[in-house]
């Protein structure tokens, strides 16, 4: 076997598939809840890793949002991403958590195009299970995030995904996103579940054709979600 | 008077590499603009010069192969004299890659032409098995494997996302020139150009880390061989392989050294 069939390229020119997960780790998600939260997480790295084209193609990055917004993991292959313990306290900065995960996604895309990168319509995905403690219905944070979502959603920039643990404030959530993806509850603490719907998800998208309209599988379907009323 | 044969094998080292033409280069009928030279001192040292010429720059084919044999041969020539301490390596590649320059420039001067036609980067690398020495400039990279695993030991520097390389014909040159010295012993050493950059590197954030699964089945490769002429030829076919060519269309250059074989 020659040299060409045993080597593998380390930064091959695929097509990127930018997702930002926006996790609560705010004071309410002490306990079980982050405990199997950092469960999945790890899970969930080893489950899309194990995919020859997502490992390749999604470009991950993580948000938490408990007391201040922090970037736990920069943009970075599944391969690289080490998921760190998070610990849960303090409030809940959603609002900023969400125009901070836009930014980064608008920064990433210009480094694609910079480096002729074709890319994916980016993900954010976002769990809480609370109401946002930076921002009400209405105020000038409120009307930036609506807005940056509902303009993100309905122009392609990306695809926002919440989803409400027991007992988030749905009301507000279903507010913020976008109306053709409202949020999904989960049922009980199945973060497990969920994020294999994700790697799962995300598999798909990498073995589409950048472009290319991909059919999701149904939370509900899925076993994790329930469509808040 | 042309330079001898170096050695390209001794009782427990071998090296071997090729440069080789891009297919966007074939494409635009230009010629390859990467060039090479490597050898191995009766004194067990080992001698690495790669140069990728500009594309921006009509000469560049000669000021790669000039800038390679300029600065190989005088630094193989001081590495077969007792003069040639280990201490004295990062000097004997800065003196090498100054000729490099001199010869670049008298040949602009006798030729008529401008020294920027010439442009090229230059990575110029002695090892032996427990010094190593680099003198850099412009992009391409040297990655090295210790008992450690594998590391950088000299990275493309600034110019990784831009097109903004500095060359060896650049005025402030020396400004730019780094210089890189390392006494762990090593195993295994490959120099590249940057049309290798992105088969060779993984990115973390915007951290280079050398990429395993490229490098480990080719320095595993060379621990098993015993014609470093094959050896050559299947740098050839990979590099010209469709799965390096279709994440970068430009030149090619590689070349591979490995200590205690045998």
Redesign the interface.
Known sequence: M???E????????QPHCATVLLLDTSGSMDGDKIARLNEALRAFKEETAADELARKRVDLAVLTFGGAVNVAQ????I??FEPTTLSAGGGTPLGEAILKAADMIDQRKQQYK??GIDYYRPWMFMITDGAPTDMRPGDGIWNDVVKRVREGEATKKFMFFAVAVEPADTDALSQIAPQNRPPVKLIGTKFKEMFQWLSKSQSKVSSSKVGEHVSIENPVAAGWGQISA | MPSPEPLLKSLDALVFGASVIGPLHLQLNLPCQDACAYGISSTGSLAIAVADGLGSAFMSQIGAQLAVSSAFDPVMEALETDKCEDARLDEIVRGATVSARTALESYAKRESCNLRDLACTLILAVARKARLAIAHIGDGAVVVETGGGLSIMSSPGESEFTNEVVPITSSNWDEHLRIVSNTSPINSIAVFTDGCQRAAFRKAGDVLKPFGRFFNPIFGYARGLTDVDEGAREIVELLKSGKVCENSDDDKTLVVGVFNVG
Do not use: R, V
């Open positions: 020659g040299l060409a045993q080597i593998e390229i380390g930064n091959p020119t920069n943009f970075c292959s391969e690289d910079s480096q």
